[in-house]
């Protein structure tokens, strides 16, 4: 069974621009998970998605944003890029939106904001 | 806000000795709580969660209500469990914290040979 794949695997952008972020779940699982772990910051929730909706929204500001698509696959878009957005860019993918499922975690998108 | 604390940022231990990696968190409701373990070069998974009550790899993990702890311990290190290990917890229900999970900071376990 394959499992999570995002990418780009490294993305290098500089300040102002725009990131774009893609994910695809393990098949069979509708939710879809982005997290931000940065230098010094660790893991940080940064949005749920499940069945195409946006369940829940970490404590980021709205140039965080992505979608779902109809085959549950998941785009993060990162808008006016700033210096302290370089990190590392984990989504992980569920059966369900519940916490009995486990979130299965993919390689994760460096992004370097230079 | 949920909270998840894990104190020591690095532990190194020897091959054979027991290793205990503290993680306390929040009280607030019911909690799920897990460990993720990322090894070298590897993408993080999952290692173990409370509501199993099951031993991988040699760990176990109980859950501690009373002192809102989550301890993670092996009686016996061995060198491949030298990995950052994260311990989560998440909420089961709704509000804001439904479905997300909140990572501590993470713990570098060595095991030297």
């Known amino acids: 069974e394959a499992g999570v794949t995002q990418s780009p695997t490294h993305l290098i952008k500089t300040r102002g621009q725009q990131a774009t972020l893609r994910c695809s779940p393990i098949s069979g699982h509708t939710s879809v998970y982005w997290y931000q772990q940065a230098l010094g910051l660790g893991l940080q929730f940064l949005l749920w998605y499940d069945e195409g909706e946006e369940r829940n929204r970490g404590n980021f500001p709205p140039r965080f944003s992505g979608r779902q698509f109809p085959n549950y696959s998941s785009e993060l878009n990162v808008n006016a890029l700033e210096l302290e957005d370089s990190a590392l860019y984990l989504c992980?993918?569920?059966?369900?939106?519940?916490?009995?499922?486990?979130?299965?975690f993919g390689p994760g998108t460096r992004l370097l904001v230079l | 806000a949920q909270r998840v604390t894990q104190p020591e940022k690095l532990l190194s231990v020897f091959k054979g000795a027991p290793v205990e990696l503290k993680c306390n968190y929040s009280y607030s409701g019911s909690p799920e709580l897990f460990w993720y373990v990322q090894y070298s070069r590897q993408r993080l998974q999952l290692l173990l969660r409370h509501i199993s009550r099951e031993s991988i790899k040699g760990f176990t993990a109980d859950l501690n209500k009373g002192e809102t702890s989550f301890h993670l311990k092996k009686p016996f290190a061995q060198e491949e469990d030298s990995a950052m290990y994260y311990c989560?917890?998440?909420?089961?229900?709704?509000?804001?914290?439904?479905?997300?999970?909140?990572f501590g900071q993470g713990t570098i376990l060595t095991v030297h040979p």
């Open positions: 989560a917890r998440g909420k089961v229900g709704g509000g804001t914290s439904y479905g997300k999970l909140t």
């Open positions: 992980a993918s569920s059966p369900t939106g519940t916490l009995q499922e486990t979130q299965y």
